[in-house]
């Protein structure tokens, strides 16, 4: 998937990295292992342990890596709960894709209301 974005030719990592390093500061450390690329759509994120949401809730990626991805969310959730992320980017060419996740942080804005949240993927192999 993400070697469809990387060598994709209407797609400039550039300008999109230095749009992204304003919007968050600290975007530019990078404490993991894979590449994390800046990508919008539409993720559904539905929790597996809270049975009083019934129906998946939208949000937007940040940017995405094999190994999870980054989420603008107006809502927090608890660290390590388990949820089923579900996307794709029809703009990029990229089918339905949906895995489990767990939630390794979440970092809250002060004033808006919303907040960014940090999902690792579980359970899926290398694209």
């Not at 994390?36 to 019934?54: A, H, N, S, W, Y």
């Amino acid at each position: 998937m993400l070697s469809l974005l990387l060598n994709n030719p209407c797609y400039c990592t550039q300008s999109h990295l230095v749009s992204a390093m304003h919007a968050h500061p600290h975007a530019h450390l990078n404490r993991r292992n894979d590449l994390r690329v800046p990508v919008r759509c539409e993720v559904e994120l539905q929790p597996l342990t809270d049975t009083q949401i019934k129906r998946p809730e939208r949000f937007i990626s940040l940017d995405l890596s094999v190994g999870g991805m980054q989420l603008l969310a107006d809502k927090t959730y608890p660290l390590n709960s388990e949820v089923m992320v579900a996307f794709d980017c029809k703009e990029l060419g990229w089918g339905p894709f949906s895995c489990t996740a767990s939630v390794m942080w979440v970092d809250p804005h002060p004033t808006n209301g919303q907040c960014r949240i940090g999902v690792k993927f579980r359970g899926v192999d290398k694209w």
